[in-house]
């Protein structure tokens, strides 16, 4: 709420929002064109909301670009298939081209290189490989616009494009192949990216290419339903982690200020469990969802497309099964080390530097404390070991090393800050907190959808 753009953020969400509405809801290649363009804007407006920020205005550009080069082989297939067809029409066109395939009456080489440019345009917008690069950038937007963009709506906006347009590929094997094998590539290669990520937000970015190499695998296969299906269940499970990241930078704004560096950095969290516990029960849920673990979301979804992955290929079942793991893996890593053993901001020489330092920025963006240079030689353990006299006499030795513009009693606020008992300080927060509940109930929304959304796939007939 203390941002500047809080209107236009607004409008943006609007825009995004009504662009994707036509997506879904046109019938024919030139609607699906306008609407895919302005959904590129959208995101790209979305990604550089905080344009003064030279990464977002970067990220943006770089997303920006990389979809035009997607965008233009779309533009370019659509001719082709307006040419070999005579209509944009969806219902006329996959007739007659089918018809022109049986026939023999058009160049299969000719066909291949159209449907193959439609596919492009897929992806570039779905991060597939190899224009995946943009979307670990695409993180310097908010919060919700990356659950938005990296969820549920952008970057579906490629699979949707596919499953539509299924009647083009599905009478040229050699492209059903080729969707097939991109989506393997990208399922393997997002996952193990997702393992060696620090910033929350990226390796979930990450986790998410790596699903929708899933969806693209589940298209390539034929298995229109379970890809679908898991793009549904898939929405649900990575809104609600990354609204539940959200909660977290929020907590720990409150330590760091704003600096994404480090509230968004994993390795200064731990512990968080006893300060966010429904942000931690809302990041569990969706983190066992993701795993696939039963009655949950992508359970359902992921063990189809497994299943149907097995009677395509043995070579590419076993390395879904494997990525299926890999998935477990990562997920439950940023999961404890995000939650679990002790907050380790407080302690971590973050900085690189031989001095440890202490960082604590207000939440406006200033400098509200200056960095406390410790001797170098202190160590961590030395500190732990003291007992509350000895820890409250080092500090009042070394008064002088400190500079600091506090109000109130000095040593107080270091006790409070070591020894942790003062929770009364306001003025600074030694510990995450419990977002408001305008952040928590759609945390607890999502957890709904997560827990029941897969049961739509039971055939109970």
Not at 18 to 43: A, D, H, K, P, R
Not at 140 to 161: D, K, N, Q, R, W
Not at 215 to 234: D, E, K, N, P, V
Not at 312 to 317: D, K, M, R, T, W
């Amino acid at each position: 709420s203390h941002d500047q753009g809080y209107l236009r953020f607004f409008a943006y969400m609007s825009f995004f929002n009504t662009s994707m509405l036509g997506l879904v809801t046109s019938s024919n290649l030139i609607q699906i064109y306008i609407f895919w363009e302005l959904v590129g804007m959208c995101s790209y407006l979305l990604i550089g909301f905080w344009f003064t920020r030279p990464t977002a205005a970067n990220a943006c550009q770089k997303a920006f670009v990389t979809n035009r080069v997607g965008d233009f082989g779309l533009l370019l297939g659509i001719l082709g298939i307006y040419w070999i067809t005579g209509s944009f029409e969806f219902r006329d066109l996959f007739e007659i081209f089918n018809n022109l395939i049986k026939n023999n009456e058009i160049h299969l080489l000719f066909c291949i290189l159209c449907t193959f440019l439609l596919f492009a345009g897929a992806v570039a917008k779905s991060a597939q490989f190899p224009l995946h690069v943009w979307l670990p950038d695409a993180m310097e937007g908010p919060t919700p616009i990356s659950a938005l963009i990296h969820a549920a709506t952008m970057v579906a906006a490629g699979i949707f494009l596919v499953a539509r347009l299924l009647p083009l590929f599905v009478v040229i094997p050699y492209i059903m192949n080729g969707i097939s094998f991109i989506g393997i590539i990208t399922v393997l290669l997002g996952a193990t990216l997702a393992l060696a990520q620090k910033d929350i937000k990226r390796s979930l970015a990450y986790s998410t290419m790596s699903q929708l190499g899933y969806m693209m695998l589940a298209l390539g296969i034929g298995s229109y339903q379970a890809a679908l299906f898991h793009l549904i269940t898939h929405a649900y499970s990575k809104a609600l982690l990354f609204l539940g990241s959200g909660s977290v930078i929020h907590s720990m704004e409150a330590i760091v200020g704003y600096s994404p560096d480090k509230s968004q950095n994993m390795v200064l969290m731990g512990g968080l469990t006893k300060h966010v516990p429904i942000t931690k029960t809302a990041f569990l849920i969706g983190t066992l969802s993701l795993c696939g673990i039963p009655p949950l979301a992508c359970f359902w979804s992921k063990d189809e497309i497994l299943n149907d992955s097995w009677l395509y290929s043995p070579i590419f079942a076993i390395i879904a099964y494997f990525t299926a793991g890999l998935t477990a893996f990562y997920m439950f890593r940023i999961y404890l080390l995000t939650f679990e053993g002790h907050l380790n901001i407080f302690f971590k020489n973050y900085s690189g530097k031989k001095s440890s330092s202490l960082y604590s920025i207000s939440l406006w963006g200033k400098e509200g404390l200056k960095t406390m240079n410790i001797n170098k030689n202190f160590g961590l353990l030395t500190l732990l070991t003291m007992n509350n006299k000895e820890r409250s006499s080092f500090f009042s030795k070394t008064k002088n090393l400190y500079k600091m513009k506090i109000d109130g009693n000095v040593k107080k606020m270091i006790r409070s800050f070591i020894t942790i008992t003062d929770f009364d300080n306001k003025n600074i927060s030694s510990y995450p907190h419990e977002s408001d509940n305008t952040m928590l109930f759609p945390l607890i929304v999502l957890i709904l959808f997560t827990s029941f959304i897969g049961f739509i796939g039971i055939p109970f007939n």
